[in-house]
């Protein structure tokens, strides 16, 4: 387990584990529906709170995914693509800006450098933009999606390293 120290309360890092799963689930889904309806509507916070348990515990296994602990409760959890593709990165609202995003990072950026990933990039919501660009990724393009039958706006953003 890696252990990031900072101002604010310790974070511990390890590995993703199958057994992670639920508390995974249902931190993704408190962030989204707690913290993320500052920027989005509610019709558009129900489309991306939905969760395949099956899915989601098939993409957890595919790639390098870590979890953040801090006083031993599940604080927030990142994974990368081969590609360099951060495709998650969430911390549960009670732990959001007390250091948990930036040591999720710092395993992310030390995995990417180990395995000669010279790009990292990510599809940023809204309320992730601001924590990625103060990390150094840069918008590259701004763009719609849609989800469930809801438009978002998504920021490509990437980080040479």
């Not at 990072?105 to 990933?117: R, V």
Request: hydrophobic share 45%.
């Amino acid at each position: 387990m890696v252990e990031f120290e900072s101002q604010f309360p310790r974070v511990d890092i390890r590995p993703y584990q199958a057994s992670d799963l639920d508390g995974v689930i249902d931190l993704f889904v408190r962030a989204v529906r707690e913290s993320a309806s500052e920027y989005y509507s509610p019709a558009q916070i129900d489309a991306w709170a939905q969760t395949d348990r099956e899915e989601w515990h098939a993409a957890r296994l595919s790639r390098p995914t870590w979890v953040a602990f801090t006083d031993d409760e599940l604080a927030g959890f990142a994974d990368v693509h081969k590609n360099g593709l951060i495709d998650m990165m969430f911390v549960e609202p009670r732990h959001q800006r007390k250091g948990v995003a930036t040591a999720l990072l710092a395993s992310i950026e030390e995995h990417a450098e180990k395995n000669g990933m010279r790009v990292l990039h990510t599809y940023a919501s809204l309320g992730s933009q601001p924590f990625f660009e103060y990390c150094g990724f840069t918008m590259l393009l701004a763009r719609a999606v849609e989800v469930r039958g809801q438009r978002f706006a998504q920021l490509v953003m990437e980080k040479v390293l």
